[in-house]
C-alpha cells in the first residue's frame, strides 16, 4: 500500500514538473520571437537615424545656406564701405 502511494505520488510530481517545463519552455520561445522582433526595430531605427544624420548633415552645408540667403532672401555680403565697426566702452564703475 506504501509503495502504491509512492508510485502515485511520484507520477503526480512528474506530471507538474513535466507541465511546468513545457511552460518554461513555450514562454522562453515567446520571448526570444519578441527579442527577435525588438532587436529587428532597433536595427530600423538605427538605418533610419543615420540617414537622418546625414540628411542634417546635408541641410547645414554652409555652400547650401548661402546659396538659399542669396537667391531666396536677396542676402549679399556688404561692402567695404557699408561695415561699421562699434566698439563697447569698459564699465569704469567695478
Known amino acids: 500500500m506504501l509503495s502504491r502511494a509512492i508510485v502515485v505520488l ?3 510530481v512528474l506530471a507538474a514538473t513535466a507541465t511546468a517545463v513545457i511552460h518554461s519552455r ?3 520561445r515567446l520571448m ?3 527579442l527577435q522582433e525588438l532587436k ?3 536595427d530600423a531605427l538605427d538605418i533610419e ?3 537622418l ?3 542634417e548633415g546635408a541641410w547645414a552645408q554652409h555652400r547650401r545656406i ?5 537667391t531666396r532672401l536677396g542676402m549679399a555680403l556688404p561692402l567695404p564701405d557699408q561695415v561699421a565697426i562699434v566698439y ?3 564699465d569704469k564703475s567695478k
Open 32 to 34: 526570444f520571437a519578441e
Open 10 to 12: 511520484s507520477c503526480a
Open 26 to 28: 513555450h514562454s522562453s
Open 88 to 90: 563697447a566702452e569698459a
Open 40 to 42: 529587428a526595430e532597433r
Open 49 to 51: 537615424w543615420g540617414k
Open 53 to 55: 544624420l546625414l540628411e
Open 66 to 70: 548661402e546659396r538659399t540667403a542669396r
